[in-house]
């Protein structure tokens, strides 16, 4: 994909992905964090749950930004 041929909504939808890459990549690292931890609390159960289906959600949402993506620039 030639950079001339992107338009700025484009730069947008990429700044986008790497907001939700880098809050998936925080959510891992508390994930790592809790899972380290030798005694998990209740608060702590829930927290990780909390955690996982928040990293879930963002990972949706980065496969609608690289699908949105494809269908402006369709494969050849």
């Known amino acids: 994909m030639a ?3 992107r338009s700025p909504r484009d730069f947008l939808m990429d ?3 790497q ?3 880098e809050q998936h990549d925080q959510y891992e690292a508390e994930l790592q964090r809790i899972a380290k931890s030798p005694y998990l609390s209740a ?3 829930l927290e990780e749950v909390r955690l996982k289906k928040k990293k879930l ?3 949706d949402q980065m496969a609608g930004v ?3 993506i494809q269908q402006a620039y369709p494969s050849h």
């Open 66 to 68: 690289l699908a949105r």
């Open 3 to 5: 950079l001339a041929q």
């Open 15 to 17: 700044a986008e992905y």
């Open 43 to 45: 608060e702590d159960l």
């Open 57 to 59: 959600q963002v990972k």
């Open 19 to 21: 907001k939700l890459a």
